[in-house]
């Protein structure tokens, strides 16, 4: 059973950093591009960065691009999201999700979420 | 691409036949998905590739369009069908809607 637990949320100030944490298990996490999703309070969803199952290739989300950054540790089965510049507006529950395969590019998968709070 | 699903609140009685609506701003290719979020979940994948039922889903959930304009269906509505709808592109980059929230009248 595919299964991702996603950590590190928390309350930071603005301008402050933060790193999330994705531990993927039930599959071979090394063979699969991975993602984080992130939802505002009481509002809709917003992707905001992939990496390709090697790393070779990330995409990030206008709004976020510059100053977060994906990684993935597959040693670990682990994805990363280090966010820096923190601002009001990344206020949101970050979900951790996998394509359902690598041909297949709908969200099949997703962790529970850790809840990112930017507030002074 | 941009979604816009209507209606954003939609009131229905257990038994009814549900319609929910999403449209985008430029042809989709079918490559529409739904999902239901209950409060305080992560979104259940539903439907994929339109019309396709996600392993586990009931039948009276079901997909349809073409272009730019889908459609999800619940055939009956059931009282644990409460929740918010979600439409999903993936013919370009990654883009949802802002959600239809389902409530039982």
């Known amino acids: 059973e595919v299964q991702l637990v996603e950590s590190g949320g928390g309350l930071v100030q603005p301008g402050r950093s933060l790193k999330l944490s994705c531990l993927a298990s039930g599959f071979t996490f090394s063979n699969y591009g991975m993602n984080w999703i992130r939802q505002a309070p009481g509002k809709g969803l917003e992707w905001v960065a992939s990496i390709s199952s090697s790393s070779s290739y990330i995409y990030y989300a206008d709004t976020v691009k510059g100053r977060f950054t994906i990684s993935r540790d597959n040693a670990k089965n682990t994805l990363y999201l280090q966010m820096t510049s923190l601002r009001s507006e990344d206020t949101a529950l970050y979900y951790c999700?996998?394509?359902?395969?690598?041909?297949?590019?709908?969200?099949?998968?997703w962790g529970q979420g850790t809840l990112v709070t930017v507030s002074s | 691409i941009q979604l816009t699903q209507s209606p954003s609140l939609l009131s229905a009685s257990v038994g009814d036949r549900v319609t929910l609506s999403c449209k985008g701003s430029q042809n989709i290719n079918n490559y529409l998905a739904w999902y239901q979020q209950k409060l305080g979940e992560a979104p259940k994948l539903l439907i994929y590739?339109?019309?396709s039922l996600q392993t586990g889903i009931p039948s009276r959930f079901s997909g349809s369009g073409s272009g730019t304009d889908y459609t999800l269906t619940i055939s009956s509505l059931q009282p644990e069908d409460v929740a918010t709808y979600f439409c999903y592109q993936y013919n370009n980059g990654d883009t949802f809607g802002a959600g239809t929230k389902l409530e039982l009248k």
């Open positions: 999700a996998r394509r359902a395969d690598n041909w297949a590019n709908w969200f099949a998968y």
């Open positions: 590739n339109t019309n």
